[in-house]
């Protein structure tokens, strides 16, 4: 008896999985916006209300994937040791998966979800809408934490830092896969930029780009 909910869970997961390589497989071939989710049931030989039990929109069929890193991310950060920043905890998250990209395969994977995305506007919305809920999320963490100092200005300013950071290593990974950089080159160069731009948070934003007099006097 005590075997029985794992066996369930097991079942469940698998049934998810098996929708979701169903449903990126069928998206990679004809684009995101040609695909219906009855397509999806049908080739993955489940009722189109099953698929809707595991993945409420058609557009969470595509995301799955990025959610969970989102939730994983922002667990994080509320799970970190005592003592350790918000920005140590993000930035250790962001930098250690960075590693992964070292697969050849993650490459492909990710070339091919940056092709169905670029030709998909519903996409595009429904990335920016992940991207800001997870942001307003980690600013109501912040504040939960800091309690009566919490700053709600202060706090949203830092969430949309460290997730900006985030969100540019993204755009710059999917780049150079379209670009076609494979393995560890990718992998390390992705840490680097990382390193570099989470050092610009820690150090401080106040002597950044300040605009060179030789500029401001050329446009007099």
Same mark, same amino acid.
């Not at 929708?19 to 995101?32: N, V, W």
């Not at 996409?123 to 800091?146: F, M, W």
């Not at 150079?176 to 401080?204: C, D, M, T, W």
């Given at each position: 008896?005590?075997?029985?909910?794992?066996?369930?869970?097991?079942?469940?997961?698998?049934?998810?999985?098996?929708?979701?390589?169903?449903?990126?497989?069928? *998206?990679? #071939?004809?684009?995101? &916006? =040609? !695909?219906?989710?009855?397509?999806? /049931? @049908?080739?993955?030989?489940?009722?189109?209300?099953?698929?809707?039990?595991?993945?409420?929109?058609?557009?969470?069929?595509?995301?799955?994937?990025?959610?969970? *890193?989102? #939730?994983?991310?922002? &667990? =994080? !950060?509320?799970?970190?040791?005592? /003592? @350790?920043?918000?920005?140590?905890?993000?930035?250790?998250?962001?930098?250690?998966?960075?590693?992964?990209?070292?697969?050849?395969?993650?490459?492909?994977?990710?070339?091919?979800?940056?092709?169905?995305?670029?030709?998909?506007?519903?996409?595009? /919305?429904?990335?920016?809408?992940?991207?800001?809920?997870?942001?307003?999320?980690?600013?109501?963490?912040?504040?939960?934490?800091?309690?009566?100092?919490?700053?709600?200005?202060?706090?949203?300013?830092?969430?949309?830092?460290?997730?900006?950071?985030?969100?540019?290593?993204?755009?710059?990974?999917?780049?150079?896969?379209?670009?076609?950089?494979?393995?560890?080159?990718?992998?390390?160069?992705?840490?680097?930029?990382?390193?570099?731009?989470?050092?610009?948070?820690?150090?401080?934003?106040?002597?950044?780009?300040?605009?060179?007099?030789?500029?401001?006097?050329?446009?007099?």
């Amino acid at each position: 008896m005590s075997s029985e909910p794992g066996l369930r869970e097991r079942k469940k997961e698998r049934t998810r999985q098996l929708i979701g390589e169903t449903a990126q497989r069928l *998206f990679s #071939e004809r684009g995101f &916006e =040609a !695909v219906t989710v009855a397509e999806v /049931a @049908q080739a993955a030989d489940v009722s189109v209300g099953t698929v809707f039990n595991y993945f409420p929109t058609k557009e969470e069929l595509f995301y799955s994937g990025m959610e969970a *890193f989102e #939730e994983q991310l922002l &667990e =994080a !950060v509320r799970e970190r040791p005592a /003592a @350790q920043s918000v920005l140590a905890a993000f930035r250790r998250f962001v930098l250690e998966r960075s590693s992964r990209l070292a697969v050849e395969e993650s490459a492909d994977v990710i070339a091919s979800a940056a092709r169905v995305i670029d030709a998909s506007p519903a996409l595009h /919305a429904r990335e920016r809408q992940v991207v800001a809920e997870s942001t307003d999320a980690l600013a109501d963490l912040i504040v939960q934490e800091q309690g009566a100092r919490a700053s709600t200005v202060e706090a949203w300013a830092v969430a949309n830092a460290l997730m900006g950071v985030q969100r540019a290593l993204v755009a710059h990974v999917r780049a150079r896969v379209l670009a076609g950089v494979r393995g560890r080159g990718l992998a390390a160069e992705v840490k680097a930029e990382g390193k570099r731009a989470f050092a610009r948070l820690e150090a401080g934003l106040g002597d950044y780009a300040a605009r060179p007099r030789k500029a401001v006097n050329e446009a007099r």
